[in-house]
């Protein structure tokens, strides 16, 4: 069963930067390759959402709110998605998680424990 974890979550101020992490354990490379992987986050009281997606290094898509902040990378070698975020803002406080997007672009795997972004002055 593949476990996706999280981590590189933690307090900033407005303006900080953050590096998040995602592990896909469990998960053999030829599976893990093909995939589409994205990073969501779910605010308090809020719907999951879209923030970044990443195939190859020339096609990644980013909603609005994070255009120009964040930069959503991966490693196939590593089995590692991740997601620098930079000039962070109150809105960005969320908990985020990452997962493989599926050919109707839903999350395709259960979802990891994610990890807390919290940006306060």
């Known amino acids: 069963q593949v476990q996706l974890v999280e981590s590189g979550g933690g307090l900033v101020q407005p303006g900080g930067s953050l590096r998040l992490s995602c592990a896909a354990s469990?998960?053999?490379?030829?599976?893990?390759?093909?995939?589409?992987w994205a990073w969501y986050r779910q605010a308090p009281g809020k719907e999951r959402e879209l923030v970044a997606s990443v195939w190859t290094d020339s096609a990644r898509n980013y909603a609005d709110s994070v255009k120009g902040r964040f930069t959503i990378s991966r490693d196939n070698a590593w089995k590692k998605v991740y997601l620098q975020m930079t000039d962070l803002k109150l809105e960005d406080t969320a908990v985020y998680y990452c997962?493989?997007?599926?050919?109707?672009?839903?999350?395709?795997?259960?979802w990891g424990q994610g990890t807390q972004v919290t940006v306060s002055p």
């Open positions: 469990r998960m053999i490379t030829s599976v893990f390759n093909p995939n589409v």
């Open positions: 997962n493989a997007l599926s050919t109707t672009n839903a999350p395709k795997y259960t």
